[in-house]
């Protein structure tokens, strides 16, 4: 899930590392302005504005990269995300699967839906042991949420499905 959108922000700063950020504020962080002129920059970050990227400038002369907000809401508004999935047998799922039955549970508005825990998840969908260990954690912090009142990712409820069922062997119907 993450890596088509690593290549295309490749594509679009040839020459500069792109990385997924460390931590949950964006998805990615790139040293394109250390590598860039001066005079490709502009044309550089309206391609990226274009292709749906924001770009934040660092202290230390590097961009952190993440979605707009429209960007955002047709990646994680797919039709063709499953609405669930059978319970896991595996028990090295279960993290996951309480994760999306707790999101799916408590649907949202997207202006609403937080965004570092829907970073967190989509970070790590093409990285099982990833997801697997920091899916309780994310439980936990929606836990939290949940009593303060306030809404969850739920739009990470579709991916997680399906991620869950691409992991179990059940083909998208």
Request: proline share 10%; with cysteine.
């Given at each position: 899930?993450?890596?088509?959108?690593?290549?295309?922000?490749?594509?679009?700063?040839?020459?500069?590392?792109?990385?997924?950020?460390?931590?949950?504020?964006?998805?990615?962080?790139?040293?394109?302005?250390?590598?860039?002129?001066?005079?490709?920059?502009?044309?550089?970050?309206?391609?990226?504005?274009?292709?749906?990227?924001?770009?934040?400038?660092?202290?230390?002369?590097?961009?952190?990269?993440?979605?707009?907000?429209?960007?955002?809401?047709?990646?994680?508004?797919?039709?063709?995300?499953?609405?669930?999935?059978?319970?896991?047998?595996?028990?090295?799922?279960?993290?996951?699967?309480?994760?999306?039955?707790?999101?799916?549970?408590?649907?949202?508005?997207?202006?609403?839906?937080?965004?570092?825990?829907?970073?967190?998840?989509?970070?790590?969908?093409?990285?099982?042991?990833?997801?697997?260990?920091?899916?309780?954690?994310?439980?936990?912090?929606?836990?939290?949420l949940l009593r303060?009142?306030?809404?969850?990712?739920?739009?990470?409820?579709?991916?997680?499905?399906?991620?869950?069922?691409?992991?179990?062997?059940?083909?998208?119907?």
């Amino acid at each position: 899930m993450i890596e088509p959108l690593r290549r295309e922000l490749s594509a679009l700063l040839p020459g500069a590392f792109v990385r997924r950020a460390a931590g949950e504020e964006s998805l990615f962080v790139t040293d394109a302005p250390r590598r860039l002129e001066t005079a490709a920059r502009q044309a550089t970050l309206e391609a990226m504005a274009a292709a749906g990227f924001c770009i934040v400038c660092t202290d230390n002369r590097l961009w952190t990269v993440d979605l707009t907000d429209p960007r955002w809401h047709s990646l994680v508004f797919d039709p063709q995300w499953p609405v669930r999935c059978a319970f896991p047998a595996e028990v090295r799922l279960h993290g996951v699967y309480q994760l999306a039955r707790l999101l799916a549970a408590h649907p949202a508005p997207w202006p609403q839906q937080p965004l570092q825990p829907l970073r967190a998840v989509f970070k790590r969908l093409d990285a099982p042991q990833e997801l697997m260990r920091v899916a309780p954690e994310l439980t936990a912090h929606c836990a939290r949420l949940l009593r303060k009142g306030q809404s969850l990712p739920s739009a990470a409820a579709g991916p997680l499905w399906l991620w869950l069922n691409n992991q179990m062997g059940v083909e998208p119907s």
